[in-house]
């Protein structure tokens, strides 16, 4: 899984997360916590506030319904 930092239609940078541990109290709010400060300049020339992503990137398996 994949956490993403978007600005406006930019995407400014995905961290890779660990599933297991997105329930967690704090998990994700750490790495946003680490991309605003690293992108803190960017999101001040910014007029628009950063947004965030939780994205699952592994591939799906091809579903047996599409096949004729």
């Keep these: 899984m994949q956490l993403m930092m978007y600005i406006g239609n930019d995407m400014i940078e995905a961290v890779t997360v ?3 541990s ?3 109290p ?3 709010g750490k790495f946003k916590r680490m ?3 690293k992108y803190a ?3 001040r020339e910014s ?3 950063p ?3 939780v994205v699952d990137i592994t591939p799906s398996s091809p579903s047996t319904s ?3």
Aim: charged fraction near 35%.
């Design 47 to 49: 007029k628009t506030p």
């Design 66 to 68: 599409a096949r004729n």
């Design 18 to 20: 660990s599933e297991e």
């Design 35 to 37: 991309l605003k400060d």
């Design 41 to 43: 300049d960017l999101i």
């Design 26 to 28: 704090g998990y994700l």
């Design 22 to 24: 997105i329930s967690q």
């Design 51 to 53: 947004e965030f992503l």
